[in-house]
C-alpha cells in the first residue's frame, strides 16, 4: 500500500512519501525461549507508574546499598537516578557471576589474521585480569577514585579488562576509537584532564600491524603544546613480551603493562562502593567543532539500564554466544559489548579486525566457528557485506535466533537482505534506535512481542515516552504519519547526565529549546531534544527519518535525505546512497546523490536515470537529485560510516579538510576528478 504524503504539510514539519512494509511474525521457536513474553511490560511501565517502574531494571543488578529516591528532580534537567544507592560495576560485570559461571567464556577474542586461535577468556581468569590490573593502576599509576583516565584502544581482549579495571577503582575512563588521530585523543585528554594514557603497541587491521604507539606519542605532544602534561603512557603488547612498534619507548614516561603485571601477579582488589549517581565514563562525540563534547555517564542508572535493554531486545541468556560487530570506542560498545551483556553473564564476542578481512565470508565463518546465536551490527556494515559479498552467508552453517541494527536507519531493501540472506529467514530483527548521549535504546520492537517491519524502528521502549514537535513546538498528533523533530518526554535511567565541563552547553543543545518552563522542576517541563527527525505510524512504530540537520528544503518542501537514499537503493545495482544538499538560486537547495554500486557493474548514464526515475516514483518530482554521482567507493570512517560532510563540501565546492584520517582518503581525490 502506498501512502501518499507531502501536500498539505507546514514548513515547520517534514514531508515524507514512505511506503507502508509488510509485517513479519516472530517464529515461534523465539518466543518459546525469549526472556520477554509478558506484553503487561507496557502497562508496568506505563507514565502513571513512571519513575518507579524502572526499579525492575535496578534489580538485575546487586547492590551494596539499595537506593532512597529512585528518580531526584530536584536541579532540573540534571537527572539523578537511583539517590543513595550503591554499587560497583565491575563486580556486576564479573565477580557476581563466578558462582554460577566461573568457567564459562567471558569474552572470545578473534584475532584478524586467521593463523592465530581464538583466544577463550572465562570469568575467572576475567576476575583475574581485572583485579592485577586494577592493583597496578592505583599503586603504580596512582590511580584514584574520582580521577579520569584516557584510553585509546583498539579491538582486544585488554581494552574491557581495562575499562573494568577502572571501574573497580571508581576511576572515569574515557576510551577513544582507535581509528582517531592524535589531535582527537589530545583534545580529549586535555578536556577530561586525564594525565595517564593507556594504549597499545601495535594491532592489525586490513591484513596489515599498525603501529599505534606513534599515536600515542604525537598525542602526548599536542596535549603538551596545548599546556597539558600526561605523565604516563601505559602500553599493551599485542603479542606479550614482544614490544611490536617500532616507535621507541620515551625511557620515564612509557610503560609496557604485561612487563608491570608480573609485579602484581595474584593481587585482588575491593570494589570500590560507589554512589549510583557517580560517573562511570565519560563518551566524547564525534562530528563537533571546538571543544569535544563529553557525555557523561552514569554508575547505577546506566548499568541498570543497558542490563533491563540488553535482557529485554536482544533476548541475552548466559548460554548464548552474542556477537556485536561494533566497535567497543562508540557507544554501543560500551553498552552493548561490554557493560551490559556481561552484567547478564553472557559470552561476547571481541574481533580485532575488519569484517571482510580477506574476505566477505569472514563474520560468517566467525559465526560458524564459536556458534554465534546472536548478531549486532549496523545497517554501513550490512550495506557494506551485502555489496562486498551478498552471497557469502549462504555459505556457512551458522543459525541466529537474533539480529539487531543499530546506528542509522536502515532502508527496507538492506533490511530485506539481511534478514533474507544473513538471518536465513529464521531469525528475529530488533531495528534500534538511540544515542550516545541516551546510552541504551529508545525505540525498538520487543523481539517475542512485535512483529517486525523493514525500515521501522518499531515502538518506544518500555518507560520512554516520545513526543514529535513541529519546528515551533507544536505537538504532532501521535500515528498521524506526521513528521517532526522527535523528543523524548521524560528522564530515563540511560541518558547522560552532563557534558563533562559544560553544563551550560547540555541544557542549552538538548534541552532549552522546547523547555517550558525554565524555574520547573517538574520532568513534564523539560522535554529532551534528540536532534533527529520521525514518524509515527497507525500502527505505534516509529521510523526515524535522519538528523534534523540532515533535512533538506527544496522549495519549501523539508525532505529528509533518508528517505531519498531509501528510495536510490531499491535499484538491484545500488549498493550504498548518500544524499547531500546543494544551494539552488531558485530552490533554496536540492539533493545531490552519491552512488556505489554492486561489485563488477559499471556506471552508465542509463542507470543513472534510472535512479532518478525510482526517486521521483518513491517520493515525488521535488526530490530527484540534481545530480546523481556513481562513485568508486563512498569516503568513510574507520567505523565505516560515510563522511557526508566531504560530499557535501565537493558538492558545494568548499574545502573537504582533514580527511587523512579516513579509512580511504585517496577516494576523495577521485570523486573531485570524477565531478570535474
Request: hydrophobic share 35%; proline share 7%; charged share 25%.
Amino acid at each position: 500500500m502506498r501512502r501518499e504524503r507531502g501536500e498539505n504539510v507546514s514548513e515547520a514539519e517534514i514531508a515524507v512519501h514512505w511506503q507502508e512494509e509488510e509485517y513479519i511474525h516472530p517464529p515461534e521457536e523465539f518466543i518459546r525461549q525469549a526472556n520477554l513474553t509478558d506484553g503487561g511490560i507496557y502497562q508496568r511501565f506505563a507514565p502513571q507508574r513512571f519513575p518507579d517502574c524502572y526499579v525492575e531494571y535496578a534489580e538485575l543488578l546487586s547492590w551494596y546499598r539499595r537506593w532512597d529516591t529512585v528518580l531526584d528532580t530536584g536541579r532540573p534537567p540534571f537527572w539523578r537516578w537511583f539517590v543513595g544507592g550503591r554499587l560497583n560495576a565491575s563486580y556486576n560485570c564479573v565477580d557476581r557471576h563466578l558462582p554460577a559461571f566461573r568457567n564459562k567464556a567471558a569474552i572470545h577474542f578473534v584475532p584478524e589474521p586467521e593463523d592465530e586461535p581464538v583466544r577463550h577468556l572465562t570469568y575467572q581468569e576475567l576476575l583475574v585480569k581485572v583485579n592485577e590490573l586494577a592493583a597496578l593502576l592505583r599503586d603504580f599509576a596512582g590511580l584514584k577514585r574520582g580521577d579520569r583516565v584516557t584510553l585509546h584502544m583498539p579491538m582486544v581482549p585488554e581494552l574491557p579488562i581495562t575499562m573494568l579495571a577502572c571501574a573497580r577503582l571508581g576511576v572515569i575512563h574515557s576510551q577513544v576509537f582507535s581509528g582517531y588521530s592524535p589531535k582527537s585523543v589530545a583534545e580529549r585528554m586535555a578536556d577530561a584532564e586525564s594525565s595517564v594514557l593507556i594504549t597499545t603497541d601495535a594491532y592489525f587491521r586490513g591484513g596489515s600491524m599498525l603501529d599505534h604507539k606513534e599515536k600515542a606519542d604525537e598525542a602526548v605532544e599536542l596535549a603538551a603544546a596545548a599546556g597539558f602534561t600526561v605523565e604516563k603512557v601505559l602500553i599493551w603488547e599485542r603479542y606479550p613480551g614482544c614490544y611490536a612498534s617500532p616507535t621507541p619507548l620515551v625511557e620515564g614516561r612509557d610503560y609496557l603493562l604485561n612487563e608491570l603485571l608480573k609485579e602484581y601477579r595474584g593481587r585482588r582488589v575491593a570494589p570500590e562502593e560507589m554512589n549510583a549517581e557517580d560517573p562511570l565514563f565519560l563518551m566524547y562525540t564525534s562530528g563537533t567543532t571546538g571543544r569535544p563534547k563529553g557525555c557523561q555517564h552514569s554508575t547505577g542508572g546506566y548499568l541498570s539500564y543497558v542490563a533491563g535493554t540488553a535482557r529485554n531486545v536482544e533476548d541475552i541468556h548466559p548460554q548464548d554466544v552474542y556477537w556485536c560487530m561494533a566497535d567497543i570506542g562508540w557507544i554501543t560498545g560500551h553498552s552493548y559489548i561490554v557493560y551490559g551483556p556481561l552484567a547478564l553473564g553472557a559470552s561476547v564476542v571481541v574481533y580485532e579486525g575488519l569484517p571482510t578481512w580477506p574476505d566477505a565470508g569472514r563474520p560468517w565463518r566467525i559465526a560458524q566457528e564459536l556458534d554465534v546465536n546472536i548478531f549486532h551490527t549496523s545497517p554501513t556494515a550490512i550495506r557494506g557485506l551485502r555489496r562486498a559479498g551478498p552471497d557469502e552467508p549462504a555459505k556457512y552453517d551458522y543459525h541466529f535466533k537474533l539480529m539487531t541494527t543499530v546506528g542509522e536507519a536502515i532502508e527496507p531493501e538492506v533490511w530485506r537482505w539481511y534478514y533474507k540472506v544473513v538471518g536465513k529467514g529464521e531469525a528475529v530483527i530488533v531495528d534500534t534506535w538511540w544515542q550516545t548521549e541516551t546510552g541504551g535504546f529508545l525505540t525498538s520492537t520487543m523481539p517475542a512481542l512485535h512483529d517486525m517491519k523493514p525500515g521501522s524502528s518499531g515502538p518506544a521502549m518500555p518507560g520512554i515516552y516520545p513526543v514529535i514537535l513541529d519546528d515551533e513546538g507544536r505537538e504532532i498528533p501521535e500515528r498521524s504519519n506526521r513528521a517532526g523533530n522527535i523528543c523524548i518526554s521524560n528522564p530515563w535511567p540511560g541518558g547522560f547526565q552532563t557534558i563533562w565541563r559544560n553544563p551550560k552547553r547540555f541544557v542549552e543543545q538538548y534541552y532549552a529549546r522546547y523547555c517550558k518552563n525554565q524555574d520547573s522542576r517538574d520532568w513534564r517541563d523539560w522535554p529532551y531534544l534528540t536532534g533527529d527527525g520521525a514518524t509515527q505510524g497507525a500502527d505505534g512504530y516509529y521510523r526515524i527519518l535522519g538528523r534534523i540537520d540532515d533535512v533538506i528544503n527544496v522549495a519549501g518542501h523539508r525532505l529528509g535525505s533518508k528517505e531519498i537514499e531509501s528510495a536510490a537503493l531499491t535499484i538491484a545495482e545500488v549498493a550504498e546512497a548518500a544524499v547531500v544538499p546543494v544551494a539552488d538560486e531558485i530552490k533554496g537547495k536540492v539533493p545531490e546523490l552519491y552512488i556505489s554500486l554492486k561489485p563488477g557493474l559499471k556506471a552508465g548514464s542509463a542507470l543513472r536515470q534510472q535512479i532518478s526515475e525510482a526517486i521521483a516514483a518513491e517520493i515525488g518530482p521535488i526530490a530527484k537529485p540534481r545530480r546523481v554521482i556513481i562513485v568508486p567507493d563512498m569516503p568513510k570512517t574507520r567505523s565505516g560510516k560515510i563522511m557526508r560532510r566531504v560530499l557535501s563540501a565537493l558538492s558545494n565546492g568548499e574545502p573537504t579538510g582533514d580527511v587523512t584520517t579516513l579509512a580511504n582518503p585517496e577516494v576523495v581525490e577521485e570523486i573531485r576528478r570524477l565531478m570535474g
